[in-house]
Structure formats: C-alpha cells, structure tokens
C-alpha cells in the first residue's frame, strides 16, 4: 500500500485536505533515462498538491491544522486506477482505427487514422466520466493511516499554569 506523508491545511465536515510535496523516486530506477515519468518528475519535483483524505479509523476531532499525517491509497486502487487511464483510450482506439478502417468510404489509411482519433477522444471521455461517477466512491479515496503523538495533546489539561 503506497503511502505519503503530508501536512493537513483544511478539515471538512467529512474529509480532510493534506498538502503533499511531490517526490521523485527515478534517481533508484534504472530506466531513467528512457522514461517519461522521469522527464515528468523533473519538471515537477517538489510541487505541492491538495489531497482530499477520508478519515478511515481516526476521528476528525483529533486532527489539527499543520499536523503531519500520513495517507495511503489502497494497491488494488492504483492498480485499477491504471488500467483505466491507460488501457481504456488505448483499446478505444484501436477500436476506433478498425471501425474507421472498415466503414468509412475515404482511403483506408486515413478513414483508420480518423477513427483511431475519435476512438481515443472517446476513451478520454470515458475516463473522465468513470472519474466523475466515482468522485465520492469512500472505497477510492485516500485514507488517513496515522496521526502525530498525541501525547501532548491529550495530556495538555493537566498542565497548571
């Protein structure tokens, strides 16, 4: 379960926001060079990002402003989350070459390359609805897995002043 460390800047009624700072991990890969990821990392390495969290086992009482949390994302999310993103356009596009190929009356190379287009417009569409439809799913979302000590918090009662 990939986990990230951030620090909370809003709570909601329900959720929490948590800022992160974007970190590359390419400088351990050996691909780095050959890859878009890490063209990507470099350009926005160290970045901030707003994350919505769900609470999970912790109460939002017990969360303050400036706190540092740490948030997970289960495997199979990502997991799933993936083949969305990457193998819906691509099999929409495909889809779309072949459908353009075959009935579309223009020379074959364009009528496949017109459809690959369109297919893989729709494949975007897609994802963009499958993430809109599931933009309150509690099973997609971040969850908050652990809180900083609270021993200060807890204890700061008995303090006599």
Known sequence: MPTETGRIVAIDA?????????????????AQKGCGHGLLNRIRDGQRGLVRVLPGAYSLADCRID???????????VLRGSLIVYMLPLVTMLAGAVAGSRWLS????????????????????LVRWHAW?????????PVLTSLPAGEARSLSFLTVP
């Open 67 to 77: 706190d540092e949390v740490s948030i997970s994302l289960p495997d199979e999310v």
């Open 133 to 141: 439809r599931h933009r309150d799913d509690a099973g997609l979302q």
């Open 106 to 125: 223009w020379s074959q190379d364009l009528a496949a390359v017109a459809g690959a287009m369109a297919g893989f417009a729709v494949g975007l569409a």
């Open 14 to 30: 329900d959720s929490l926001w948590v800022e992160t700072i974007r970190k590359s991990t390419c400088g351990s890969c050996s």
